[in-house]
């Protein structure tokens, strides 16, 4: 599975970003999708996950109740809307696809990685 990340860039704290992956390959590997981020300096951390139908999803508690993920299949696109972003905030976000969909989400069970994108959260 190849996936193409995009929607990142440079906001004011308490402002919002929405990321896109994109993915394309066989459907069977998307069967969860996430996000995840590397702050600088930080190992790359968990943000969120959903399983392929969206209706189970999981978030770190760092985010919960300001980010949400979500599903379209139709487009095989994952989305994450991030609001009322916090400085900490900041970090390369990457989204995961697997084959599998675990409860306790890791990097290993990602079998494929987009390339990142830059999110700039200002204070």
């Known amino acids: ?68 993920i979500s599903r379209d299949n139709a487009k095989r696109t994952v989305y994450l809307q991030m609001n009322s972003l916090r400085p900490e905030d900041t970090a390369v976000y990457y989204c995961a696809a697997g084959s599998r969909f675990y409860s306790d989400p890791k990097e290993t069970d990602f079998e494929s990685w987009g390339q990142g994108t830059l999110v700039t959260v200002s204070s």
Do not use: N
């Open 1 to 68: 599975v190849q996936l193409q990340a995009s929607g990142g860039g440079l906001v004011q704290a308490g402002g919002s970003l929405r990321l896109s992956c994109a993915a394309s390959g066989r459907t069977e590997d998307t069967y969860a999708m996430g996000w995840f981020r590397q702050a600088p300096g930080k190992e790359r951390e968990f943000v969120s996950s959903a399983s392929i139908s969206g209706a189970v999803r999981y978030y770190a508690d760092s985010v919960k109740g300001r980010f949400t």
